[in-house]
């Protein structure tokens, strides 16, 4: 029972010395970069403009959400086109292992064109003035 716990804890202790002593090594090997100089936030020879603390426009991130979903989603499609040969041959599974996979695609599409006509995959949106906005006097 207790070699059980012992796996665990050599191969913990083991993950730590790996982390650790890779810090420690790379702490000996890098160069030491003192002074305000070494401080700014971007070393690659340009000075750096304006602050580093800027907001991001929130189009940015849904952009970026939106891609990381679909791109997960498209990864879920390489293991079922390798499948689906095999899965051909047989032809209870081979249908509906294609149909199941057309009906995946479709709603990938309609889910793109949801967001494509809500605007979402727009970087820069134009404003849409309607006759009954009560703020347009």
């Known amino acids: ?3 059980d716990y012992a796996n665990v804890f ?3 202790l083991g ?6 002593g890779g810090m420690w090594l790379g702490s000996l090997i890098r160069p030491k970069r003192e002074g305000e100089a070494g401080l700014e936030p971007y070393e ?4 750096p403009i304006g602050s580093a603390w800027f907001r991001f426009d929130i189009r940015y991130y849904t952009v970026a959400l939106v891609y990381l ?17 095999e899965a051909l041959a047989d032809d209870a599974i081979g ?3 294609l149909v199941e996979g057309v009906v995946f ?4 599409a309609v889910g793109l064109a949801y967001v494509w006509r809500k605007g979402d995959l727009d ?3 134009g404003i849409s003035h309607t006759p009954d906005d009560p703020e347009e006097g």
Do not use: T
Not at 15 to 20: C, P, R, S, T
Not at 76 to 84: D, E, I, S
Not at 105 to 108: A, D, N, S, T, Y
């Open 95 to 97: 249908g509906l292992a």
């Open 1 to 3: 029972m207790f070699f």
């Open 123 to 125: 970087w820069v949106r």
């Open 15 to 20: 993950g730590a010395v790996l982390v650790f």
């Open 10 to 12: 050599v191969f913990a």
């Open 105 to 108: 695609i479709l709603v990938l």
């Open 69 to 85: 979903l679909f791109a997960v989603e498209i990864a879920f499609l390489f293991p079922w086109a390798r499948v689906l040969k």
């Open 44 to 47: 690659c020879g340009e000075k």
